[in-house]
């Protein structure tokens, strides 16, 4: 888990020196993997220190880690990141929050709560490779960044 934890900044830094930012899969790997990134540092984190926090803020932490993670694919902020390092580091500090609040919301929910917060991180992630496709099948260009091509590789990937 350390590895991995370590290795992700040095991949996106890999990355972003090998101007793969206007690749739309690292582009959005990255993002995925500062998501999970940040919500196992919290988990473990929290796991390991223990947290008296109540429950009822589940739901608020939640909702602030959706908007954070998605406020990404809206495509002028997408068109941003991808053509300033400056606004791509914006973006992947943002996705670290977002998963660190999913963490942080998972660590004092019992056994049936995680497993439906499991359930509906999955269903965030693969519900963005079905709007992808369904986009791309209609030749809808979401992101004016990238090509209708590299939307439907990773809508495919997704």
Do not use: C
């Amino acid at each position: 888990m350390l590895s991995f934890i370590i290795a992700v900044p040095f991949v996106e830094i890999f990355g972003v020196m090998a101007g793969l930012v206007k690749n739309e899969a690292f582009f959005f790997g990255i993002n995925f993997l500062m998501f999970a990134e940040g919500a196992i540092i919290l988990v473990l984190l929290l796991g390991t220190l223990g947290r008296n926090e109540r429950r009822s803020h589940s739901l608020l932490w939640v909702g602030i880690s959706t908007f954070l993670f998605l406020l990404w694919y809206v495509p002028d902020l997408v068109t941003l990141a991808a053509g300033n390092a400056g606004f791509f580091v914006l973006m992947n500090l943002s996705s670290l929050v977002s998963g660190g609040l999913i963490g942080a919301a998972f660590v004092p929910l019992k056994n049936n709560a995680r497993t439906i917060l499991l359930e509906y991180v999955s269903m965030m992630f693969s519900m963005t490779g079905i709007v992808l496709l369904y986009a791309a099948s209609f030749n809808i260009l979401i992101w004016n960044a990238f090509t209708l091509e590299s939307q439907y590789y990773l809508a495919i990937i997704l």
